[in-house]
């Protein structure tokens, strides 16, 4: 394996499985500190802040900053204060996403008919209300974006919970309408403001993952090259099935620095 100046790192599947790092995690990360590497985390669960999941990597032996990690509802709201910072938002998803939003100055609606933007995202209290309050919004002109569009929302202890897509496929059975945008993986911007973080281009960087439709096929449209571990969600038989292919095959992120 060739060497990179910058490594764009998965969390979930390929850092760490719910609280476990995975073998040679802690190891790689520190080989490629070493040799003077960059190296951004990446998430795309809204439910948990930048401080939580730096914290959760230094208790597991990695040290890291919450400028260290980007994760979908960061990239959510960076697109909302630069390109619709006046828009009322209605956002279905948990106070670290909302408190995201309000610490960017970004305003709540608290009515549909002042509602700009309905936000999705992952939420374990999605109920009738909050659909309700949503639909009525969406019939009355808001438009949709979705932090991401994940089947599953897999959290601590490796339980999948009900996802963003969910929701966004309630809305749409109701409304007929779909995001415009969903701005988490494998959106552009992820990787555009993860190569941004580190002062690096595209090619200079590894986009390392564990899912082909989400962290390769966003890794390759930037312009990375990129690596598959087999340690999460993507099997060897998927990947062989797949007309999308890494560069690299890893049976774990510790082969990172094997023979690099």
Do not use: W
Request: contains cysteine; charged residues 30%; neutral net charge.
């Amino acid at each position: 394996m060739e060497r990179f100046k910058g490594y764009v790192l998965d969390l979930d599947g390929t850092i760490y499985r719910g609280p476990y790092l995975m073998p040679g995690a802690r190891e790689v990360v520190a080989e490629l500190r070493k040799r003077g590497c960059k190296i951004v985390f990446l998430s795309n669960k809204a439910i948990q802040t930048r401080v939580d999941y730096a914290e959760k990597l230094t208790r597991l032996g990695i040290p890291a900053t919450p400028e260290d990690v980007i994760n979908s509802s960061l990239v959510t709201v960076d697109y909302l204060r630069r390109e619709q910072p006046d828009a009322r938002l209605y956002i279905i998803g948990e106070p670290p996403l909302i408190k995201e939003a309000l610490n960017a100055g970004l305003r709540l609606a608290r009515q549909p008919e002042e509602t700009d933007i309905v936000v999705v995202s992952f939420d374990r209290t999605f109920h009738y209300g909050k659909l309700r309050f949503a639909y009525n919004a969406i019939m009355k002109g808001a438009r949709i974006i979705a932090t991401n569009a994940d089947r599953t929302c897999p959290v601590e202890g490796g339980e999948e919970l009900p996802d963003a897509a969910s929701i966004i496929a309630a809305l749409k059975a109701l409304t007929d309408k779909e995001p415009e945008l969903i701005l988490g993986k494998p959106s552009p911007r992820v990787l555009e403001m993860a190569t941004s973080r580190m002062g690096l281009k595209p090619s200079e960087c590894l986009m390392v993952g564990d899912r082909l439709e989400t962290d390769i096929v966003m890794g390759k449209a930037a312009g990375m090259k990129t690596a598959l571990v087999l340690t999460g969600v993507t099997r060897r038989e998927q990947l062989e099935a797949s007309d999308v292919k890494p560069d690299y095959v890893l049976d774990s992120v510790a082969e990172l620095i094997e023979g690099a």
